[in-house]
């Protein structure tokens, strides 16, 4: 089943290598991406990605709220957070807001391919 993703992501490096990462993934295609809340929040809302892909520092909008804000508009969206948080508080938040990926920001470019075919079965 082919899938749409979306990023928000405040990190510039995770911004150049995303797009190499969901070019490996031959199910997704990227649909857009952004470097703050509000911005993705609009965004998101207009595009309705499949998955997206949220770093939990994002300016103007932090990605906790906005992840909060894409849960309660739609519950089939999967969401997946980046932090460079301690992992196991993030885990926990992550689990409460019912989100369905939590991934350490050092750890992306070796985790999240994985994690994004476990989403698209």
């Known amino acids: 089943m082919h899938r749409t993703i979306y990023f928000a992501l405040a990190?510039?490096?995770?911004?150049?290598?995303?797009?190499?990462?969901?070019?490996g993934c031959s199910d997704l295609t990227l649909v857009g991406s952004?470097?703050?809340?509000?911005?993705?929040?609009l965004e998101i809302r207009s595009l309705s990605p499949d998955i997206?892909?949220?770093?939990h520092?994002?300016?103007?909008?932090?990605?906790?709220?906005l992840a909060r804000s894409i849960r309660t508009d739609s519950v089939l969206t999967k969401i997946i957070l980046v932090t460079d948080r301690p992992e196991l508080t993030y885990r926990?938040?992550?689990?409460?807001?019912?989100?369905?990926?939590?991934?350490?920001?050092?750890?992306?470019?070796?985790?999240?391919?994985?994690?994004?075919?476990?989403?698209?079965?």
């Open 11 to 23: 990190d510039e490096q995770l911004h150049r290598e995303i797009p190499d990462i969901v070019e």
């Open 52 to 55: 997206v892909l949220i770093d």
């Open 92 to 121: 926990l938040v992550a689990d409460l807001l019912a989100l369905d990926g939590f991934v350490q920001q050092s750890r992306v470019t070796k985790e999240l391919p994985s994690l994004l075919q476990s989403i698209c079965r």
């Open 57 to 65: 520092a994002l300016p103007l909008l932090s990605g906790l709220k």
């Open 34 to 41: 952004a470097k703050d809340g509000v911005r993705a929040a």
